[in-house]
Structures are given as C-alpha cells and as structure tokens.
C-alpha cells in the first residue's frame, strides 16, 4: 500500500501508531470492560489534532487531507474502535457539514472548539422510525421568532453522552416532504435538551452512544445550517465522507485482529508444531491479509477521489461496504484461530468480533450500499 502514499502520509501514520501504542492500546480492553469514555486520553488526542483532522489550521484544525483522515482513523481503531469511532464520526458527520455548509460566524463559533476536542459533535438523524430511510424524520422545528422550537427523539446517537454541538435533522416544512427537512446545531444545556440512557451495546463499548432528545427547545436561527429543506442533501454529502471514516475504522479492527491471529498461531503448538505451520490455519492467514489490504485499498482510493475534488460517492460505498464485511471475516477467522480462547474476553480478538459486527450497520447498512454501489454501476454503464 505504501507505493500509494506520500511520505507526509506516511509520517502521520507512524505519528499516530507510536501515539496508540502509548496511550490507547494499553488501556482498551479495560475501556471496553467497563464500558468508559477515556476523558484523559481525549484531551491528549485533541492536543494532537485528531478531533480536527481535515479543519482548516486558521479554525484551530490540522489541515490534512482525506487520505491522512483515513491512516488516523485506522490506527486510532487498531488500538480501540470505541475511540476510532468518537474520532470519525466527530470529524466527518459532526464537524465536516459546518465547515462545509455552514457561515463564516458559524464556522468561528463552533469549529475551534470542536477541532481541538474541547467540544465534542453527534450526527442526529436516526429515529425510531427513521433509519435506513432517512426520509423518514418526524422531528419538527417550527419558527417561533428569531429561534426555531424543536422537538425530537433521536436514538443511537454516536457520542450522543458526550456530546456538546449536535446537528439536528428536523422537519421545517412537514408539507414538504422530503424537501423539508432542515440541520439545526443544537448545543447541550439549552432548555429542553436532554440525554438518555446510555445504550448497553454489545461492542464499540467506549463510545458512549445515547439517545437525545429535545423537548420544546428553542434553537436560534442563526443555528440552521445551510438553507430551510437542505437537510438531506447535507446528510448524504456527510455520510458519502463519513463512510470513508468507518472503512477505515472496519481496517484498524481487521488489521488488529490479523496481528494477534498471526502472533498466536505462531506460539500455540498442536501436533507437535505452531498451528500457523498447518495448511488450514495458514490458509485463513492468507485470506485474512488479502482482505485487509484490497480493503484498505479501496479506502485509500476513495480518500484520494474525495481529495481529487470529483464524485466519490461509489468510490466510499464501495469501501464501506467491502471494508465491513472484511472485517467481520477476518476477526471471525482470528477467533477461529484462537479456538475456545477466542470466545474468552480474555483474548483481545473477542472485543474485535464483537467491535467489528457493527461496521456492517451504521452510517447506511451494507444492503444499503449494495444499492448505492449498484445506482452507480448501472448509471456508468448506461
């Protein structure tokens, strides 16, 4: 892969492991265990650059590029993909739409604090009856004055116990349809802002994932994002970056999970020699490090077609759909090299599995991208 790296990149990577390997990897089996957000590692992580990796350096951000968005991502998820997803999500879905879309007064008022960490964002769009089809929000925000006056109940909000900036997709013109959805930021600790209980999840355990909702809370206009009912258009455009994040993040897991795969099945002897010299555990060996790096490849080109400034849109659901789906091969096969050690959380292959599960339904299921990537086959070759 490295032939498709610049040393810049490849500095930032190395960075970023030495950073992992010293203040995240030693803690994360412990962060999962007790289901804990790192506070004091996050604050280091800001100091770092990684809750602003793509901000521009005059908003406090480090100015990178795509790819280097994906190398942090994946190392960060390497080490803990509790703490990967904070990172991507933060980034791509929560930072990346105000820079994007929003104005010059709302890009000096949130996007410092956000880039360095200080304050950390949540992309609210699924709901109860709102997954998949994002159409489906029934979250109003009617105009009362110089504020809007919203209300909603958004479930499985990444970073949703944490988080201080949320981006709101609510309905301002409900006879719109789908044309009047609009992105409100709302901030924690306005009236009628409110955070549930945190989701027992069965992986991605550091990440505190919630449900928020917002009772008759008055957000002021000045907050909306871009124009009244350009709420999906400002969805897609950050799911299309944030599925590069979490290819990403499905790389870091796989990646994880076919070192430790290699480093047992060189130390466990059966049969009077390492099982990684049997033919069927070398196979899955060798499958597993094909799929983790066509995967990384395909995040690499999407994240060079994102920073081409073209169309990406294929490009990212390609890798989000073959980066997840390589991850839970590849840490299923890691547990089956383990054999009954493997389903111990005493193994760290076990919290891969269960991290690696997820990758496959948020930010758009894989039948979802199958779709998207089947639109734009079809398109091309019209």
Same mark, same amino acid.
């Given at each position: 892969?490295?032939?498709?790296?610049?040393?810049?990149?490849? @500095?930032?990577?190395?960075?970023?492991?030495?950073?992992?390997?010293?203040?995240?990897?030693?803690?994360?089996?412990?962060?999962?265990?007790?289901?804990?957000?790192?506070?004091?590692v996050?604050?280091?992580?800001?100091?770092a650059?990684?809750?602003?990796?793509? /901000?521009?350096?005059?908003?406090?951000?480090?100015?990178?590029?795509?790819?280097?968005?994906?190398?942090?991502?994946?190392?960060?998820?390497?080490?803990?993909?509790?703490?990967?997803?904070?990172?991507?999500?933060?980034?791509?879905?929560a930072?990346?739409?105000?820079?994007?879309?929003?104005?010059?007064?709302?890009?000096?008022?949130? %996007?410092?604090?956000?880039?360095?960490?200080?304050?950390?964002?949540?992309?609210?769009?699924?709901?109860?009856?709102?997954?998949?089809?994002?159409?489906?929000?029934?979250?109003?925000?009617?105009?009362?004055?110089?504020? &809007?006056?919203v209300?909603?109940n958004?479930?499985?909000?990444?970073n949703?116990?944490? @988080?201080?900036?949320?981006?709101?997709?609510?309905?301002?013109?409900?006879?719109?349809?789908?044309?009047?959805?609009?992105?409100?930021?709302?901030?924690?600790? @306005?009236?009628?802002?409110?955070?549930?209980?945190?989701?027992?999840?069965?992986?991605?355990?550091?990440?505190?994932?919630?449900?928020i909702?917002?009772?008759?809370?008055?957000?002021?206009?000045?907050?909306?994002?871009?124009?009244?009912?350009?709420?999906?258009?400002?969805g897609?455009?950050?799911?299309?970056?944030g599925?590069?994040?979490?290819?990403?993040?499905?790389?870091?897991?796989a990646?994880?999970?076919?070192?430790?795969?290699?480093?047992?099945?060189?130390?466990?002897?059966?049969?009077?020699?390492?099982?990684?010299?049997?033919?069927?555990?070398? /196979?899955m060996?060798?499958?597993?490090?094909?799929?983790?790096e066509?995967?990384?490849?395909?995040?690499?080109?999407?994240?060079? @077609?994102?920073? /081409?400034?073209?169309?990406?849109?294929?490009?990212?659901?390609?890798?989000?759909? &073959?980066?997840?789906?390589?991850?839970?091969?590849?840490?299923?096969m890691?547990v089956?090299?383990?054999?009954?050690?493997? &389903?111990?959380?005493?193994?760290?292959?076990?919290?891969?599995?269960?991290? /690696?599960? %997820?990758?496959?339904?948020?930010?758009?299921?894989?039948?979802i991208?199958?779709?998207?990537?089947?639109?734009?086959?079809?398109e091309e070759?019209?």
């Amino acid at each position: 892969m490295d032939v498709f790296l610049n040393e810049k990149n490849r @500095a930032v990577a190395r960075s970023v492991r030495r950073f992992c390997d010293r203040h995240i990897a030693p803690i994360a089996a412990s962060l999962d265990a007790e289901a804990r957000f790192p506070w004091e590692v996050v604050e280091k992580m800001g100091e770092a650059g990684y809750f602003g990796i793509q /901000a521009p350096v005059e908003l406090s951000g480090a100015g990178m590029d795509t790819v280097d968005y994906a190398l942090v991502i994946e190392e960060i998820s390497r080490a803990c993909g509790g703490l990967g997803l904070c990172v991507t999500v933060h980034n791509s879905v929560a930072l990346y739409p105000i820079l994007a879309f929003g104005t010059k007064e709302q890009k000096e008022r949130f %996007v410092p604090d956000l880039a360095t960490g200080k304050k950390i964002g949540a992309f609210c769009l699924t709901e109860p009856n709102a997954g998949s089809d994002a159409s489906g929000v029934e979250a109003t925000a009617v105009e009362d004055g110089d504020h &809007y006056v919203v209300n909603a109940n958004k479930v499985f909000v990444t970073n949703g116990g944490v @988080a201080d900036v949320c981006l709101i997709f609510a309905r301002t013109d409900p006879a719109a349809g789908r044309k009047g959805i609009s992105v409100l930021v709302a901030e924690r600790g @306005a009236p009628g802002f409110s955070v549930g209980e945190l989701e027992d999840l069965s992986g991605m355990r550091a990440n505190p994932v919630s449900s928020i909702r917002l009772t008759d809370c008055r957000v002021p206009k000045e907050n909306l994002l871009g124009r009244p009912g350009q709420g999906l258009a400002i969805g897609l455009a950050a799911l299309d970056t944030g599925r590069i994040g979490i290819a990403a993040q499905a790389v870091g897991i796989a990646q994880a999970a076919l070192e430790e795969g290699v480093r047992y099945a060189k130390q466990r002897r059966q049969f009077g020699a390492p099982i990684a010299s049997h033919q069927a555990v070398s /196979a899955m060996i060798a499958d597993m490090a094909c799929q983790v790096e066509a995967a990384r490849l395909l995040v690499i080109r999407a994240a060079m @077609a994102r920073d /081409a400034g073209g169309p990406f849109t294929k490009e990212s659901a390609m890798a989000k759909l &073959y980066a997840s789906e390589a991850a839970g091969n590849v840490t299923d096969m890691a547990v089956q090299i383990h054999g009954g050690y493997g &389903y111990s959380r005493t193994f760290a292959v076990e919290r891969y599995w269960r991290d /690696a599960r %997820v990758t496959r339904i948020y930010e758009g299921t894989s039948e979802i991208h199958r779709m998207v990537v089947a639109r734009s086959v079809m398109e091309e070759l019209e």
